[in-house]
């Protein structure tokens, strides 16, 4: 018995070493100019996939925020994401998003932009950006 109690403790630490500690809330945010007030997960990844251009899509860099935006919002891993876009540019059907280094650049680049659509981390939120999807 203590040996399979071990088992299990051990195998539920290992579980733990590699489950992603991101806790940040994410939230979608558009410029106040924007009329949108708010937005389901779905019609936002319309957006980050390329499938409409109704809004801008403004990214942030590979990274841990980047991620799990793509695995909440999109059902997608960074890869996949890559693979829809190049395609996309590829036939000339969309221009791929532009990427930026921080939540700071992101905020500020749709504040400027009255069509563009991006995600920070809530903590980032003030009072030049409006939310319209908080990611669950």
């Given at each position: 018995m203590k040996t399979t109690i071990a088992k299990v403790l051990l195998a539920a630490g290992a579980w733990l070493a590699v489950a992603p500690v991101f806790a940040t809330e994410i939230v979608?945010?558009?410029?106040?100019?924007?009329?949108?007030?708010?937005?389901?997960?779905?019609?936002?990844?319309?957006?980050?996939?390329?499938?409409?251009?109704?809004?801008?899509?403004?990214?942030?860099?590979?990274?841990?925020?980047?991620?799990?935006?793509?695995?909440?919002?999109?059902?997608?891993?960074?890869?996949?994401?890559?693979?829809?876009?190049?395609?996309?540019?590829?036939?000339?059907?969309?221009?791929?998003?532009?990427?930026?280094g921080s939540s700071a650049e992101v905020k500020k680049a749709v504040a400027a932009d009255p069509q563009a659509i991006g995600y920070i981390e809530k903590s980032q939120v003030d009072d030049t950006v409006k939310v319209i999807l908080t990611v669950q």
């Amino acid at each position: 018995m203590k040996t399979t109690i071990a088992k299990v403790l051990l195998a539920a630490g290992a579980w733990l070493a590699v489950a992603p500690v991101f806790a940040t809330e994410i939230v979608v945010i558009v410029s106040p100019k924007n009329p949108a007030t708010r937005m389901f997960s779905e019609q936002a990844a319309q957006f980050f996939l390329g499938k409409s251009t109704l809004f801008t899509p403004i990214e942030h860099t590979d990274g841990p925020l980047r991620n799990e935006f793509y695995k909440k919002v999109l059902d997608k891993d960074a890869t996949q994401v890559k693979a829809i876009w190049s395609k996309l540019v590829f036939t000339g059907k969309a221009s791929a998003p532009k990427e930026l280094g921080s939540s700071a650049e992101v905020k500020k680049a749709v504040a400027a932009d009255p069509q563009a659509i991006g995600y920070i981390e809530k903590s980032q939120v003030d009072d030049t950006v409006k939310v319209i999807l908080t990611v669950q």
